[in-house]
Structures are given as structure tokens and as C-alpha cells.
């Protein structure tokens, strides 16, 4: 059990309280409650900035294990206040529930499934308030197929429902709209030369409501050169696949006097497809002696279809429109260096 408080110039946490047990020799479990709370900010002439905030959350866990089965039940739920200069206060809340179940069948045979529920509300008064609701379910399968070949299987389903107060300012059309996610993958990793030579294969197939289907393959060849010597190469293929920001979002804001009625207005872009990378990597990792390791592992990536906000014509006198496009390609390499010295 745990119960305190703690405190910080302008954060504190003013209540802090978790507490655990066992119900049983396979179950056990814990609660928990927090209350944090941050002063508002000065600004330079020593006036408050209007942007303290607290919020309040708490939560559970209980884990439970017989023989080849585990289960996790977890969940949380929290509100937050949050101030603002001029306008009402922005409110935050929600709550949400995790579902873990695995069994093993035998050291090279496991399933595990997990479910996921989550509610959250945000309320950001004259500009922009949300409900979103999401169910999330995903199932993975490991097994071994004769001497040389691992597999990993399996799929995933989420749904959302978006549902959107819009403002004057700033909308999402439509205001109410049903996000579905479906996956299905599958990876073998072969050893070519038990212990030392092995080849790693998978890929994703993902279907969404923007853009359809996405392929996403990978490779990855590894390769022990000796006891304390290790090298590998991969190669990836990695999508963004489009939010409602980038296909349904609309803004229209005119600039205030004194000046020119100046009109705004920036949209999704109808036809907006999926950000990609294909990302190339080779790595080598050493440790010389017990004390002394490092890692090195140059990297090039291929971007493409990147987010840009481009101008589009628009035949009324000032006004300025925009719509989200993909109209950036690109790349980048570098290496990450890493040594570890015990």
C-alpha cells in the first residue's frame, strides 16, 4: 500500500493512494488514485498566464495465471480541468478497459488475445469538442514448424466512432463518421544456419476507409559472425494511412480589423493517400571483452506521398484557400552509434 503526496514549484501532486493484494495463489490485484495539480504560469511582466489546469484518475489491475492460461484486467478513468485566458475552461475525461488472454501449448506454441475499449471525451468551448469511441481486438499465434521455421499469425479489427462538435472556426465533415481498421499478418523466421545464419520474412496487409488495402513487407538477414560478434541487414516497408485531419478537416477563418477582410479557408484533401518509407538498415554489434560493447548501424530512408498544405485557386478576391496534399518526396540517412561500458 501507498499513500503520500508529493509537491514541486507550481506542480503537486496532492493525493496519492495505491494499494495491492492477493486474492489467491493464481490471482492478484491492485487499485490506484492520483490527483494532480499544476499553478498557471507567469508571463514576463509577472501576470498569470491563465493556463493552470488539475486533474484527477484512478484505476485498477487484476492478473491471474493456472497452469498454461494468464488473464489481465486493467482499466482507468480520469478528468482534467484545464484554464484558458478568455474563454470557458477545456475539459478532458475517459475511461478504458484492457483484456488480456494467453495460453501456451506447449515452449514453442502460444496464443494470446487482447480486447481494448476506450471513451474519451475533449471540450475545447467555441472552438472544438470530441467523443470518440474505440473497440480493438487483436489475436497473435507463435509456433514452430519443424526444425528451422518459427511462425508468427495472426489479425486485428478496431473501430471508432468520431463524433465531432463543430464551430464556426474549425470542423470536421462529416461531423459524425465510423472508423474501421482491419489487419492480417503473418512472419517466418528461418534459420538458414542453426545459430549463426537466420532470415527473417513477414508482412502486413491493413484495410482502411480512406485508402483501401496497404501492403506493408519486411526483411531481415542476421548473421553471427562469431560468439561476440553480430551483423544484420533489413529492409521495410512502413504507410501513415490518412486521419480525419487529413481528409475531412475545413477550416474557414476571416482575419479580423483593421485590415483587409481577409478570408482563409484550408480543407482535407479528397484524394489524400497513405505517407510511405521504405527503410534500408545494416548493423554490426561487438563485445570485445565482459566489460566493453557497442553498436553500429547506418540507415537510409525513401519518403513518399509526404503532407504538404498547398494553395489552390479560388476565384473570389481575398480569399486564400488551402487543401492538404501529398506532395513531398524525400529522404534521409544517418547511422546510430551506441557503446555500453559496465
Do not use: C
Amino acid at each position: 500500500a501507498l499513500v503520500g503526496t508529493v509537491a514541486v514549484r507550481e506542480e503537486r501532486a496532492l493525493g496519492i493512494v495505491r494499494y495491492g493484494g492477493v486474492l489467491s495463489d493464481q490471482a492478484s490485484y491492485r487499485v490506484y488514485g492520483k490527483y494532480l495539480e499544476r499553478d498557471a504560469t507567469q508571463k514576463p511582466n509577472g501576470l498569470a498566464a491563465f493556463d493552470d489546469w488539475h486533474r484527477a484518475q484512478g484505476g485498477f489491475r487484476l492478473d491471474w495465471a493456472a497452469g498454461a492460461d494468464t488473464l489481465t484486467l486493467q482499466g482507468d478513468g480520469y478528468r482534467g480541468v484545464y484554464d484558458q485566458p478568455a474563454l470557458d475552461d477545456r475539459r478532458l475525461d475517459g475511461v478504458n478497459l484492457l483484456g488480456r488472454w494467453g495460453r501456451t501449448f506447449s515452449p514453442d506454441s502460444n496464443l494470446d488475445v487482447q480486447v481494448y475499449f476506450d471513451r474519451t471525451h475533449r471540450d475545447q468551448p467555441t472552438v472544438f469538442a470530441e467523443r470518440v469511441t474505440t473497440f480493438d481486438l487483436d489475436v497473435a499465434h507463435r509456433f514452430k514448424l519443424g526444425e528451422t521455421h518459427e511462425i508468427v499469425w495472426g489479425g486485428g479489427y478496431r473501430t471508432s466512432l468520431d463524433e465531432v462538435t463543430n464551430t464556426p472556426l474549425l470542423s470536421f465533415l462529416p461531423a459524425h463518421k465510423e472508423l474501421n481498421l482491419a489487419n492480417v499478418f503473418a512472419q517466418d523466421s528461418l534459420a538458414l544456419i542453426p545459430e549463426q545464419l537466420s532470415l527473417t520474412l513477414g508482412a502486413k496487409l491493413e484495410h482502411n476507409v480512406y485508402t483501401g488495402w496497404e501492403f506493408q513487407p519486411s526483411g531481415r538477414l542476421a548473421w553471427r559472425l562469431a560468439a561476440d560478434q553480430f551483423v544484420w541487414a533489413t529492409v521495410s516497408r512502413a504507410v501513415r494511412t490518412p486521419s480525419r485531419l487529413d481528409r475531412d478537416f475545413y477550416v474557414d477563418f476571416t482575419m479580423p480589423p483593421p485590415g483587409p477582410p481577409i478570408r482563409i479557408l484550408i480543407d482535407g484533401g479528397p484524394s489524400f493517400v497513405s505517407e510511405s518509407v521504405v527503410a534500408y538498415e545494416l548493423g554490426y554489434r561487438a563485445q570485445p571483452n565482459a566489460r566493453f560493447s557497442y553498436s553500429l548501424s547506418p540507415f537510409y530512408n525513401v519518403y513518399k506521398d509526404l503532407r504538404t498544405l498547398e494553395l489552390v485557386q479560388h476565384p473570389t478576391p481575398l480569399v486564400f484557400a488551402y487543401r492538404l496534399e501529398n506532395q513531398i518526396e524525400g529522404h534521409a540517412y544517418g547511422a546510430e552509434v551506441w557503446g555500453d561500458v559496465l
